[in-house]
């Protein structure tokens, strides 16, 4: 029983502790793979969606072989078929991802269209983005509970602060390379900026400066620039 458990919760690791904050942080800084994250992020989700099935069937499985087999009576058990439910949806969901749908507009990307507000791609993709964060919430607290009703089971010493260790060090990471990307961005932007004011000096200075001709009594404008004439 006990290694049927620790099966279980290898599985929902696995699943929530890996596979998922790696979709995640693959779609989160996509910029950096734009052409292969959207398949790597696929790839991870179905990955934590197949890990997810299996660590549910062995946690029934072995629950059911118990002396008193009390299915669904904690937290822990409601969140772990919560999880299952949603990651379900949330797989076939990404797959029938509504189109991009686009309108003529005057200031949209350069090529005389943007997307139109509210559009069921819009609104899929808000409800994707809500639904995979509250999912990846869920699944860190199912992890740490796990741990919790594992180690006091079976009376083990409890590995949960070493999880959470694992999530701060993970989430300083995340938050680390986010302003790296940001301040490489702001360095970006500041470097285009200089090249464009650069060229209008540039584009500037190659116009000829006019001043008045004195020479003359109606004041004529004429320009600095001598010109020999070539015989």
């Not at 279980?8 to 942080?25: E, N, Q, R, Y």
């Not at 989160?28 to 989700?45: E, G, K």
């Not at 390379?177 to 004011?197: C, D, P, T, Y």
């Given at each position: 029983k006990q290694g049927s458990f620790a099966a279980h919760g290898m599985l929902?690791?696995?699943?929530?502790?890996?596979?998922?904050?790696?979709?995640?942080?693959?779609?989160?800084?996509?910029?950096?793979?734009?052409?292969?994250?959207?398949?790597?992020?696929?790839?991870?989700?179905?990955?934590?969606?197949?890990?997810?099935?299996?660590?549910?069937?062995?946690?029934?499985?072995?629950?059911?072989?118990?002396?008193?087999?009390?299915?669904?009576t904690k937290p822990h058990h409601i969140v772990g078929i919560t999880l299952m439910v949603l990651m379900t949806f949330q797989v076939f969901s990404g797959f029938s991802r509504?189109?991009?749908?686009?309108?003529?507009g005057h200031y949209a990307d350069g090529h005389g269209q943007e997307l139109c507000p509210r559009s069921k791609r819009q609104?899929?993709?808000?409800?994707?983005?809500?639904?995979?964060?509250?999912?990846?919430?869920?699944?860190?607290?199912?992890?740490?509970?796990?741990?919790?009703?594992?180690?006091?089971?079976?009376?083990?010493?409890?590995?949960?602060?070493?999880?959470?260790?694992?999530?701060?060090?993970?989430?300083?990471?995340l938050i680390s390379l986010k302003v790296w990307i940001m301040m490489e961005e702001h360095k970006a932007r500041q470097n285009v900026g200089m090249l464009s004011s650069d060229h209008m000096m540039d584009q500037a200075s190659e116009v000829p400066s006019y001043e008045i001709d004195r020479d003359h009594d109606d004041l004529m404008l004429a320009p600095t620039a001598q010109f020999v004439p070539t015989k």
């Amino acid at each position: 029983k006990q290694g049927s458990f620790a099966a279980h919760g290898m599985l929902a690791v696995l699943a929530w502790g890996v596979a998922t904050p790696f979709a995640v942080t693959v779609a989160w800084f996509r910029t950096l793979v734009p052409s292969s994250w959207i398949y790597i992020h696929v790839f991870a989700n179905v990955l934590s969606f197949f890990f997810t099935v299996v660590a549910v069937i062995v946690a029934i499985t072995a629950k059911s072989k118990q002396a008193d087999p009390a299915h669904f009576t904690k937290p822990h058990h409601i969140v772990g078929i919560t999880l299952m439910v949603l990651m379900t949806f949330q797989v076939f969901s990404g797959f029938s991802r509504p189109p991009v749908e686009k309108k003529v507009g005057h200031y949209a990307d350069g090529h005389g269209q943007e997307l139109c507000p509210r559009s069921k791609r819009q609104v899929w993709y808000f409800l994707h983005r809500v639904s995979g964060v509250s999912m990846l919430a869920m699944g860190i607290y199912q992890i740490s509970s796990g741990l919790s009703l594992y180690a006091e089971d079976f009376t083990v010493t409890s590995i949960e602060p070493w999880f959470w260790l694992y999530v701060g060090l993970f989430a300083f990471f995340l938050i680390s390379l986010k302003v790296w990307i940001m301040m490489e961005e702001h360095k970006a932007r500041q470097n285009v900026g200089m090249l464009s004011s650069d060229h209008m000096m540039d584009q500037a200075s190659e116009v000829p400066s006019y001043e008045i001709d004195r020479d003359h009594d109606d004041l004529m404008l004429a320009p600095t620039a001598q010109f020999v004439p070539t015989k």
